[in-house]
């Protein structure tokens, strides 16, 4: 039984390879990074990357935004965005596809922290509870996000306070989603 986020996140990541390399015979590919490195790139040419997730070495730190805003992120914040370096992995939750937002490399992670804190201001602002995002749908002004009081997976609207719980947590949400490819 899986009971860490680090562990359903690389779970999920093999699912999405295997099913990738099923359909298409090669890795995840991506036409968008070919000049940008990163160590989950297995093959390289002048079109596509391919690539699997690969874990880092060091848990990425997130002190600056705790810091910055003082707060304190979930402890499954860390180890979604910090365990792996990975290309963005398309899914389907119960049904409704996404996009899970993954870290590319160190470049992508410091963009990464700059959204998460503009996000977080943003909240803070329209005193709304704080939420990290962790995933992309096919909407303009809702995403799907990990509750930092609670750990519950949500879809939020953006500068709203409307919030649906998708997940009692993240690791349930990691468990539940199916490869799309």
Known sequence: M??????????????????????NGCDPVDRELTDWPSECVRERNQDVVLWQPVERDN??????IEKAME????????????RFYSGDMTA????????LIQVWNDDDFER???????????QSRL????????AGIDSDIDVISVCNVSG???LET????????LARSLVEFLMKLEPVV
């Open 59 to 64: 848990v990425a730190d997130f002190s600056n």
């Open 152 to 154: 519950e997976v949500i």
């Open 112 to 122: 990464l922290q700059e959204n998460i804190i503009g996000h977080l201001v943003m």
């Open 92 to 99: 389907a939750y119960e049904g409704e596809e996404l996009t």
């Open 158 to 165: 953006l500068g709203t306070k409307k919030r649906r719980v």
């Open 2 to 23: 899986i009971l860490s986020v680090k562990d359903a996140l690389d779970d999920f990541g093999k699912r999405y390879t295997v099913a990738f390399n099923q359909k």
């Open 71 to 82: 707060i304190d992120l979930h402890p499954d914040i860390h180890q979604f965005f910090g």
């Open 127 to 134: 005193k709304l509870p704080p939420t990290v995002f962790i």
